[in-house]
């Protein structure tokens, strides 16, 4: 099949790619909602539907199909896309021939209730169902409804090769992993994306070659909990020599995954999301401090301070076991960059927990953070056992005292690296001026310098002379 990456230039600037396939007539418009793991399904969406005549647009106006992949890990997430295909339907009322359809998590949550009652959408799909699509898009083009949200126990989308979709052709995704099994007790994940399963090492190393045959210079290797990612049957083909030595015990666990990822594309940069504190386990440390092209940095959410919280979220860990991994990462590598997620305002928490939170905060002293209110999600464990007691006003106050400490810490983090020369990976314009480049270092620290010669992809050595809580400013040496 002659498939093309054609790059536009969006009004902003923004390089983007759409997916065209020769001789396909029909047009999808695909956007997503919520994680990266979301994103990467929309490029196998993508891909499958290339098979099917679809090439992908940027103009809702044009679709003939469009699909919304969705989230419902808060209830916010959830109002946004129902904004969104309030637009849609908005769109179809000009173009009735136009489909439109759900995907991911609320598709999962929400099953028929978005056919039956809310009558927005001709097609539900969830995410382990889209294999299904040609079949169900052809259900809906003969004027029918259709859906699938059945959840698999084994569907990995293995074999199936993304197209990059939304992409600066310097970095991508590679899922290996899908669900999750640890049921925290606030999140709704592991009803929306089913059970954990692993992906077989043989097509992640042929999707990390051919991104570097293409051009790409990092890959994120994505999992809900990546360190849980295991894989009985060793046996790699011979092509990949050093990393089939490793690979020829019989398990490959996520600290031998990364090894053989590392060997197979030694140029390239390696990152991964997210990591679970109770699954990451010392040899992955290791993995990280014995390959160069790992980068330096660990997704670690932890979402409270408080053992008694922590008890209550069914994390499986304690304040205290936290901090020992902590300290692990920093003796082992020493330059690691550690981030969070934190939820304040969890079923019971009190003003002692928050400031557990805080001090915890303080003692990682963390590079970056995502955090939020909690968010109750219907059919959660939390939503059954516990009462959501915390007011929002004290949530929210809550909220504001982490996210103000967070940017401190990140200032502190940032300043560290003034008058030293890092390394950036070029992603392409600053967000302020196209005459500056952005890229990132190995901590995933934002840096921001004067264009020269150089272009987006390339990896040069920045003198870093100043910084904000979220930018490195500075100019190329080398
Ligand atoms: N392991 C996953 C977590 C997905 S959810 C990963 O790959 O990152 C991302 C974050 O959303 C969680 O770490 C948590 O901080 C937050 N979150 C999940 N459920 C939530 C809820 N009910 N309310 C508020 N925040 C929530
Ligand atoms: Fe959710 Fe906990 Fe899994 S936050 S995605 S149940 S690790």
Same mark, same amino acid.
């Given at each position: 099949?002659?498939?093309?990456?054609?790059?536009?230039?969006?009004?902003?600037?923004?390089?983007?790619?759409?997916?065209?396939?020769? %001789?396909?007539?029909? !047009?999808?418009?695909?956007?997503?909602? &919520?994680?990266?793991?979301?994103?990467?399904?929309?490029?196998?969406?993508?891909? +499958?539907?290339?098979?099917?005549?679809?090439?992908?647009?940027?103009?809702?106006?044009?679709?003939?199909?469009?699909?919304?992949?969705?989230?419902?890990?808060?209830?916010?997430?959830?109002?946004?896309?129902?904004?969104?295909? *309030?637009?849609?339907?908005? /769109?179809?009322?000009?173009?009735?021939?136009?489909?439109? @359809?759900?995907?991911?998590?609320?598709?999962?949550?929400?099953?028929?209730?978005?056919?039956?009652?809310?009558?927005?959408?001709?097609?539900?799909? %969830?995410?382990?169902?889209?294999?299904?699509?040609?079949?169900?898009? !052809?259900?809906?083009?003969? @004027?029918?409804?259709?859906?699938?949200?059945?959840?698999? #126990?084994?569907?990995?989308?293995?074999?199936?090769?993304?197209?990059?979709?939304?992409?600066?052709?310097?970095?991508?995704?590679?899922?290996?992993?899908? &669900?999750?099994?640890?049921?925290?007790?606030?999140?709704?994940?592991? =009803?929306?994306?089913?059970?954990?399963?692993?992906?077989?090492? *043989?097509?992640?190393?042929?999707?990390?070659?051919?991104?570097?045959?293409?051009?790409?210079?990092?890959?994120?290797?994505?999992?809900?909990?990546?360190?849980?990612?295991?894989?009985? @049957? @060793? &046996?790699?083909?011979?092509?990949?020599?050093?990393?089939?030595? +490793?690979? !020829?015990?019989?398990?490959?666990? =996520?600290?031998?995954?990364?090894? +053989? /990822?590392?060997?197979?594309?030694?140029?390239?940069?390696?990152?991964?999301?997210?990591?679970?504190?109770?699954?990451?386990?010392?040899?992955?440390?290791?993995?990280?401090?014995?390959?160069?092209?790992?980068?330096?940095?660990?997704?670690?959410?932890?979402?409270?301070?408080?053992?008694?919280?922590?008890?209550?979220?069914?994390?499986?860990?304690?304040?205290?076991?936290?901090?020992?991994?902590?300290?692990?990462? #920093?003796?082992?590598?020493?330059?690691?960059?550690?981030?969070?997620?934190?939820?304040? %305002?969890?079923? &019971?928490?009190?003003?002692?927990?928050?400031?557990?939170?805080?001090?915890?905060?303080?003692?990682?002293?963390?590079?970056?953070?995502?955090?939020?209110?909690?968010?109750?999600?219907?059919?959660?464990?939390?939503?059954?056992?516990?009462?959501?007691?915390?007011?929002?006003?004290?949530? #929210?106050?809550?909220?504001?005292?982490?996210?103000?400490?967070? *940017?401190?810490?990140?200032?502190?983090?940032?300043?560290?690296?003034?008058?030293?020369?890092?390394?950036?990976?070029?992603?392409?314009?600053?967000?302020?001026?196209?005459?500056?480049?952005? %890229?990132?270092?190995?901590?995933?620290? /934002?840096?921001?310098?004067?264009?020269?010669?150089?272009?987006?992809?390339?990896?040069?050595?920045?003198?870093?002379?100043?910084?904000?809580?979220?930018?490195?400013?500075? #100019?190329?040496?080398?």
């Amino acid at each position: 099949m002659a498939s093309e990456n054609i790059i536009e230039e969006k009004k902003q600037g923004q390089a983007l790619i759409t997916n065209e396939v020769e %001789g396909n007539t029909k !047009k999808l418009f695909i956007e997503s909602y &919520g994680c990266q793991m979301n994103l990467n399904d929309s490029e196998i969406v993508a891909s +499958i539907l290339a098979k099917e005549g679809f090439n992908t647009t940027h103009l809702l106006e044009e679709a003939d199909l469009v699909l919304v992949n969705t989230c419902s890990i808060r209830e916010k997430a959830e109002q946004t896309i129902r904004k969104r295909l *309030q637009k849609y339907n908005r /769109v179809k009322r000009i173009n009735p021939d136009m489909k439109i @359809g759900v995907l991911g998590c609320m598709a999962e949550r929400l099953k028929t209730k978005f056919l039956e009652e809310e009558k927005m959408v001709d097609l539900v799909v %969830g995410p382990d169902a889209y294999r299904d699509l040609p079949n169900l898009v !052809k259900e809906v083009e003969s @004027g029918k409804d259709a859906i699938n949200v059945i959840l698999s #126990k084994e569907e990995t989308y293995g074999d199936v090769t993304p197209v990059r979709l939304n992409s600066n052709g310097v970095s991508a995704f590679i899922s290996i992993t899908r &669900g999750c099994d640890n049921m925290c007790t606030f999140c709704v994940v592991p =009803f929306t994306r089913g059970r954990e399963r692993s992906r077989d090492p *043989q097509s992640i190393l042929e999707e990390a070659q051919d991104l570097w045959e293409k051009g790409y210079k990092e890959i994120t290797l994505l999992g809900q909990n990546v360190d849980s990612y295991l894989w009985y @049957g @060793g &046996g790699l083909k011979k092509d990949f020599k050093n990393a089939s030595e +490793i690979a !020829k015990v019989t398990a490959t666990d =996520f600290s031998k995954l990364l090894e +053989i /990822v590392a060997l197979a594309v030694p140029k390239m940069r390696i990152r991964f999301a997210t990591s679970n504190p109770q699954d990451m386990s010392v040899d992955v440390l290791h993995s990280m401090a014995k390959f160069d092209n790992i980068c330096n940095y660990i997704h670690l959410p932890v979402q409270t301070g408080s053992t008694r919280m922590l008890e209550r979220m069914n994390r499986q860990h304690t304040r205290e076991e936290y901090i020992e991994l902590v300290d692990n990462i #920093k003796r082992i590598i020493p330059e690691c960059a550690i981030s969070q997620d934190m939820i304040t %305002g969890f079923c &019971g928490e009190t003003e002692e927990d928050h400031q557990d939170t805080l001090s915890l905060m303080e003692y990682v002293k963390y590079d970056f953070g995502f955090m939020f209110a909690y968010s109750e999600r219907p059919g959660t464990l939390a939503a059954k056992k516990f009462e959501d007691d915390v007011p929002l006003e004290t949530k #929210k106050r809550r909220l504001s005292e982490i996210i103000n400490l967070q *940017q401190k810490l990140s200032l502190y983090n940032m300043e560290r690296f003034v008058g030293k020369t890092v390394e950036i990976l070029i992603e392409g314009d600053s967000k302020k001026s196209s005459e500056h480049w952005m %890229g990132r270092n190995s901590q995933n620290a /934002v840096a921001v310098f004067p264009k020269g010669v150089e272009k987006i992809g390339d990896l040069v050595m920045v003198q870093v002379e100043d910084c904000t809580s979220a930018t490195l400013l500075g #100019k190329r040496v080398a």
